[in-house]
């Protein structure tokens, strides 16, 4: 499925009514994973209140003992301290990559922002090399201020 046919089922899923915004996140998660090929693992992380640090939200893949990941520390840390995008083609070529599979080639990981403020991140994981382009990133964006709407 193309990202142009899978925007519209996001902002379907993200407009139901009676369902849980948890729910909705999980349902997100599912989608990508289920209509991407290249998209292995797919979750949400949020910051901890005032902690300087990420908590495991909804995600889908393999469970991952990554639950609470400190600001600067792995992909994600670092989006939470930089508010960009990090797109990485090879995670064996990052310092401060945190393993969640040796089956892992790339990653990307795309900030979430609410009011101008970095609330959290989507992170997608990819068992194929060099896997994310632009496309990826702009696509992402979309998901990530669709699901600001909730907050």
């Known amino acids: 499925m193309t990202f142009q046919e899978l925007e519209p089922k996001v902002t379907d899923i993200l407009h139901h009514e009676g369902v849980l915004r ?21 979750g ?21 003992d990554h639950t609470v990941i400190p600001f600067g520390k792995g ?9 960009k995008n990090f797109v990485v083609p090879d995670v064996t070529a990052q310092d401060n990559y945190i393993a969640c599979s040796i089956t892992v080639k790339s990653e990307i990981v795309v900030p979430l922002f609410v009011d101008g403020k970095n609330i959290g991140q989507i992170d997608i994981d990819s068992e194929v090399l060099d896997a994310f ?12 201020a669709e699901v600001a709407k909730l907050f």
């Open 22 to 42: 948890e729910d909705k996140l999980l349902q997100i998660c599912h989608l990508l994973r289920d209509n991407i090929d290249y998209y292995d693992w797919v």
């Open 75 to 83: 992909i994600c840390g670092q989006v939470a301290v930089s508010n």
């Open 44 to 64: 949400f992380y949020f910051r901890n209140g005032d902690k300087e640090e990420l908590i495991l939200g909804p995600y889908a893949g393999e469970a991952t």
């Open 133 to 144: 382009t632009e496309l990826d990133e702009r696509f992402l964006e979309f998901v990530n």
